[in-house]
T-cell receptor
Framework: GQQLNQSPQSMFIQEGEDVSMNCTSSSIFNTWLWYKQDPGEGPVLLIA?????ELTSNGRLTAQFGITRKDSFLNISASIPSDVGIYFC?????????????FGKGTKLSVKP | EAQVTQNPRYLITVTGKKLTVTCSQN?????MSWYRQDPGLGLRQIYYSMNVEVTDKGDVPEGYKVSRKEKRNFPLILESPSPNQTSLYFCASTRRGGFSYEQYFGPGTRLTVT
């Protein structure tokens, strides 16, 4: 089936540093969603992207929908300890699908104060 | 407050004892789904529902049942749980319309089958 390749798998950074992660696929997507999951909790929607080339911000988070519609990235600026968690990308397939999401395996972010 | 609720949050049971995990959303969404999350495997869809009385299999439906008798509720049923169904389960509700597509998750149910 379709797959999303999310990288990196994990990151260990110093507080105040910027973070970048991305998802790529061989499939074309209509929508990209980015989530954050804290331990033992459900994923929380951070940003939704709907158009190729779209750049959207949510506070210190910025995400972009790749021009080819096969990739997306998420940047976090000036990281703080509460940014710790697992970040997931999810893509909704194009081409008339029922609209199910495909998820990346996640990027685990650790922030050292 | 717009939300997806699940109950119970934690459940320990024995092999073969039927159980139901409830899910409810207050956002009037038509589309709902169930996922399981396992280390190294990520989120995998079990079942989904496009509307009342309309359900379909996801990627890993074996051993599970669902029903959708009302728009707000989408229970997950394990008729005869087995240890390989030990996992973290999430219900999700999706807002779809025009170009908009946003999926919201419940808080999760951690199930252990011994």
């Amino acid at each position: 089936g379709q797959q999303l390749n999310q990288s990196p798998q994990s990151m260990f950074i110093q507080e105040g540093e910027d973070v970048s992660m991305n998802c790529t696929s061989s499939s074309i997507f209509n929508t990209w969603l980015w989530y954050k999951q804290d331990p033992g909790e459900g994923p929380v929607l951070l940003i939704a992207l709907y158009k190729a080339g779209e750049l959207t911000s949510n506070g210190r988070l910025t995400a972009q929908f790749g021009i080819t519609r096969k990739d997306s990235f998420l940047n976090i600026s000036a990281s703080i300890p509460s940014d710790v968690g697992i970040y997931f990308c999810a893509g909704q397939l194009g081409g008339g699908s029922q609209g199910n999401l495909i998820f990346g395996k996640g990027t685990k972010l650790s922030v050292k104060p | 407050e717009a939300q997806v609720t699940q109950n119970p949050r934690y459940l320990i049971t024995v092999t073969g004892k039927k159980l139901t995990v409830t899910c409810s959303q207050n956002m009037n969404h038509e589309y709902m789904s169930w996922y399981r999350q396992d280390p190294g495997l990520g989120l995998r869809q079990i079942y989904y529902s496009m509307n009342v009385e309309v359900t379909d299999k996801g990627d890993v439906p074996e051993g599970y049942k669902v029903s959708r008798k009302e728009k707000r509720n989408f229970p997950l049923i394990l008729e005869s749980p087995s240890p390989n169904q030990t996992s973290l389960y999430f219900c999700a509700s999706t807002r779809r319309g025009g170009f908009s597509y946003e999926q919201y998750f419940g808080p999760g149910t951690r199930l252990t089958v011994t």
